[in-house]
C-alpha cells in the first residue's frame, strides 16, 4: 500500500458493466434505436444505433486487463507499438468489478472509505446517439436504472454510483435530474464537450439547460464531467484522418488534437456562458482529463477578462478555482496544478481498476512529493469527500 496513514476517498473508481447495463430496463421499442447485443464473426458484439460500437474492443469484459498494467506506458517509460503488448495477459473478471459488496470488501483492503463509481463503456456511447435524442435519453434513462439497481448512488455512504446525464433533449435533462436527486444522487456524469443536438450545437450555458442546473446546485449534486468519448474526432477529419474513436487505439495527431480540448472548452463555456454566475453554489469536478490544460486556460481567461470585463460579473479566473475541482493524472505535475488552484481543488483519482489507472490506488501519494501533511490530507481525502455530501 502507499504511504498515508489514513483511509481514503477516490474520486474515481470505475465499474465493468454488466452485459444488461443498457438493456436490462431498456424500453424493447427502442433496442434498434438504442443498444442491442449481436453475434458477428463468432463474436459478440455491442450494437448502437444500428453499428457495432467500438468504443470498447471488449464490451463484455470478460477477460478483462490487470488494474495499472498500463502504468508505465502512460509514465512514457514502456512505449509499445502494439498496445496489446502493454496490456500482457488478460485475466477473467473480478466478482468486485460488477458486485457492490466484493467491492466494499476490496475497497476495505485497500483502505478506500468512499468512491464515487464512474462507467467503464458508458461514457462512450453517447457521440453514437447524438443524431437521435430520443433514443440517446431513452438508453441512458435505462442505465441510470441498472446503475441505481447494481451499485447504488450512496452504498452504505461509500459507493457513490454516478447518473449519466446527457443534455440532448433540455425538457428530457431536466426530467433525469429531477429523479437522479429523488433517488439521493451525490454525484452525476456528463461528457465534455458543446452539446450535439441534430439542429445544431448548443453550450451547457445555454439558458435551456437552467432548470436542470438549478435542481443539481439546489440539492448540491457535483457534476462530474468524465473524460470518454467527446466526438472530437470530428475536428480529426479536417486533417485528413479518421473520427472513429476507439480506446487505446488513435493516431499521434488524433490524440494532440484531442486529449483535452474537450474538457477544457467545456469548462470555458460554463464560465463565459454565465452558469456559476446563475448558480454560484454548483460544483464542477473534472476527472480523468488530466490537469495539463489548467494553466493554459487560466491565462485565456485572464486575458479575456482584461480585454472584455463588461462580459463578466466575477473575475472567471475566480470562478474556475471557486467552482471547479480537478483530478489530474498521476503523472501530470500536481504541484504545478495546486499552484495555479489551491490544493483544496486538487482530488485524487486512481481509475481503478482500470488497465490506465494504478494498481494499488492509495501509491498515487507516491506522486505527491512537495506537498505538505495537511495537502495530502486534502487532496487523498477531505476535497472529494466534501464533494460526495450536499454543503452546508
Known amino acids: 500500500m502507499g504511504t498515508v496513514d489514513f483511509d481514503v476517498f477516490d474520486a474515481d473508481n470505475h465499474y465493468y458493466e454488466a452485459p444488461d447495463a443498457f438493456t436490462r430496463h431498456l424500453d424493447p421499442r427502442m433496442q434498434k434505436r438504442a443498444m442491442q447485443w449481436a453475434d458477428v464473426d463468432g463474436r459478440r458484439r455491442l450494437v448502437v444505433a444500428g453499428r457495432i460500437n467500438r468504443f470498447i474492443p471488449n464490451p463484455q469484459f470478460d477477460p478483462v486487463a490487470r488494474p495499472g498494467c498500463l502504468d508505465d506506458y502512460f509514465r512514457g517509460r514502456s512505449p509499445a507499438d502494439d498496445i496489446r503488448g502493454a496490456f500482457g495477459q488478460l485475466e477473467p473478471i473480478s466478482p468486485a468489478y460488477r458486485d457492490r459488496d466484493a467491492r466494499i470488501a476490496v475497497m476495505d483492503q485497500q483502505g478506500i472509505t468512499g468512491c464515487f463509481m464512474f462507467p467503464t463503456l ?72 458543446p452539446i450535439m443536438h441534430p439542429s445544431g450545437g448548443r453550450s451547457p450555458g445555454d439558458p435551456l439547460y437552467d432548470p436542470m442546473w438549478a435542481v443539481l446546485a439546489d440539492a448540491g449534486v457535483t457534476v462530474a464531467y468524465h473524460s470518454g468519448e467527446a466526438g472530437y474526432g470530428r475536428y480529426v477529419v479536417d486533417w485528413g484522418e479518421s473520427a472513429e474513436f476507439e480506446a487505446f487505439r488513435r493516431t499521434p495527431l488524433y490524440g494532440i488534437l484531442t486529449s483535452d480540448r474537450a474538457i477544457s472548452d ?68 500536481i504541484r504545478h496544478l495546486a499552484d495555479a488552484i489551491g490544493s483544496g481543488h486538487v482530488l485524487f483519482g486512481s481509475d481503478w481498476p482500470h488497465a490506465e489507472g494504478l494498481a494499488d490506488p492509495k501509491s498515487f501519494v507516491d506522486d505527491l512529493s512537495g506537498f505538505s501533511d495537511d495537502e495530502i490530507h486534502q487532496i487523498m481525502r477531505t476535497n472529494a469527500e466534501a464533494l460526495s455530501v450536499p454543503p452546508s
Open 266 to 333: 467545456t469548462i470555458a463555456a460554463l464560465i463565459c456562458h454565465g452558469v456559476f454566475d446563475r448558480f454560484p453554489s454548483l460544483r464542477v469536478a473534472t476527472i480523468e482529463s488530466g490537469s495539463e490544460w489548467v494553466h493554459p486556460l487560466i491565462k485565456k481567461l485572464a486575458k479575456a477578462h482584461s480585454m472584455t470585463p463588461g462580459a463578466f460579473t466575477v473575475d472567471p479566473v475566480e470562478r474556475l478555482r471557486s467552482n471547479v475541482w480537478v483530478a489530474p493524472y498521476y503523472e501530470d505535475d
Open 122 to 193: 458508458g461514457v462512450g456511447m453517447e457521440e453514437a446517439l447524438v443524431a437521435d435524442p430520443d433514443a440517446a435519453h431513452a438508453a441512458f434513462r435505462a442505465f441510470n436504472r441498472w446503475v441505481d439497481e447494481d451499485w447504488g448512488l450512496h452504498f452504505q455512504d461509500r459507493i457513490f454510483g454516478a447518473p449519466y446525464l446527457t443534455l440532448l433533449d433540455p425538457d428530457q435533462a431536466l426530467d433525469e435530474a429531477r429523479w437522479a436527486v429523488e433517488q439521493g444522487c451525490r454525484v452525476v456524469v456528463m461528457r465534455a464537450g
